[in-house]
């Protein structure tokens, strides 16, 4: 019998082929609504002996395609002669004819790390915040509804490690968190429906997450966060535009990010209004999510340091970029930075509306700061690997990509 997933043997191949020999193996490999078979053997030379062989029943499969490949190898006699024998490679992939539902679901983020003990605040050290940009938190899936995350697990774990470590006092994620690509002024494609829901599920486990380690949390509003919600609604069901709960009238609309995150409930703040959302650290250090986007390469943030007389720390490009400026006083000059660490999203084009011409990077950003001034330092991010102070960095959590199911225990988290 073949099994579910592993090597296939059997006792014939049918018909003419007799005895399997040894060097006969198949692997197989079975999911919720497909199948795939490989074969490297000198007796399995056609697709019908491999369905025989593994006893396919094609009154439950359909062969979408197979595919067969012939090399020839070198091999010895008993009588010790070199005699050369074709071998094949017979692979096919099947579709089950009925389709079984499969829930869109997906997988827990568990993240075992070392697990590091408080940290002694140093006499005279500047206050730190840790900021993250453009998560981008949203999956698309395919039709076995599994989930591809848009938003990259391994730079969400590299932040929370150096958050371990370092503890700052504030972790800001600084603008479109969710993708919310079903609410897009673009066509929807169908790959997006009815992402939404394990996205915010998704974005809330990070956020409970981070929260257990900085002594503040906020999200600002980028344009994803406020413009597609807001814009969908008023231009599909105005009636629903800004509607409260009506034990909450003072609060945010029922139809908004902070309220579908459950960010008042788990302690975490929302500075809406975007363009305006800034987050002040002192009177010259504002973090912001942004709105100018230039083409060529540091232009973005020449454009901050030229306007601005603060040192402002930006995202919405997801390009990695650093420019300061002097600004001169009666007394003195005060130099400022402009500053995008790069995006916590896939790079990869998987992101709706990333195109190949368009140079995303990685990155997160550590500002140190006290009452007066501020120093960014920037955490380039690459396949998943950083270096900081010296040391490396791994992030985990995304393998493969695809996600395929949810245990009863990540329902569990929140209740459910």
Not at 111 to 129: D, F, N
Not at 232 to 246: F, I, N
């Amino acid at each position: 019998m073949c099994h579910s997933s592993g090597d296939c043997s059997g006792d014939q191949l049918g018909g003419k082929l007799g005895k399997v020999e040894k060097r006969v193996k198949v692997q197989r490999d079975e999911r919720a609504n497909e199948l795939d078979l490989d074969s490297k053997s000198a007796r399995i030379v056609t697709l019908d002996q491999l369905l025989t062989y593994c006893k396919v029943d094609l009154s439950v499969w359909a062969v979408e395609h197979h595919t067969v490949n012939k090399w020839e190898i070198g091999a010895k006699t008993d009588e010790g002669e070199i005699v050369v024998e074709p071998l094949f490679q017979v692979k096919a992939y099947l579709k089950r004819r009925n389709l079984e539902p499969v829930w869109p679901h997906l997988a827990p983020v568990y993240l075992q790390r070392q697990k590091y003990k408080a940290r002694k605040k140093v006499v005279g050290e500047m206050r730190c915040a840790l900021v993250v940009f453009d998560a981008h938190f949203g999956f698309s899936k395919d039709v076995s509804s599994r989930l591809l995350p848009y938003h990259d697990r391994r730079v969400l774990d590299i932040g929370l490690q150096i958050a371990e470590e370092r503890r700052p006092e504030m972790v800001i994620f600084g603008g479109d968190i969710l993708d919310l690509a079903e609410f897009g002024r673009f066509p929807k494609r169908p790959e997006n429906y009815f992402t939404t829901q394990p996205a915010i599920i998704e974005a809330a486990w990070w956020l409970r997450e981070y929260k257990r380690l900085g002594e503040r949390v906020l999200v600002s509003a980028g344009n994803h966060d406020e413009a597609r919600i807001n814009n969908m609604l008023m231009t599909h069901m105005v009636a629903a535009y800004g509607l409260r709960s009506a034990d909450n009238l003072g609060g945010e609309a029922v139809m908004s990010v902070p309220n579908l995150l459950g960010l008042e409930s788990m302690g975490v703040e929302w500075v809406g209004g975007y363009p305006d959302a800034d987050i002040w650290l002192n009177d010259v250090t504002r973090v912001t999510h942004g709105s100018i986007a230039r083409a060529n390469a540091g232009a973005t943030s020449g454009a901050y340091a030229s306007k601005n007389v603060e040192t402002v720390i930006f995202g919405h490009t997801h390009r990695r970029e650093l420019s300061t400026n002097v600004i001169k006083g009666r007394e003195r000059a005060r130099t400022i930075t402009a500053a995008n660490p790069g995006a916590a999203c896939h790079v990869d084009h998987r992101v709706p509306g990333h195109t190949r011409t368009q140079p995303w990077n990685q990155g997160l950003a550590l500002v140190y700061y006290d009452d007066e001034v501020s120093q960014v330092e920037l955490v380039p991010i690459e396949d998943g690997r950083a270096w900081w102070q010296g040391r490396k960095y791994v992030g985990v959590g995304d393998v493969g990509g695809m996600v395929d199911s949810l245990p009863e225990e990540y329902g569990r988290m929140f209740g459910g």
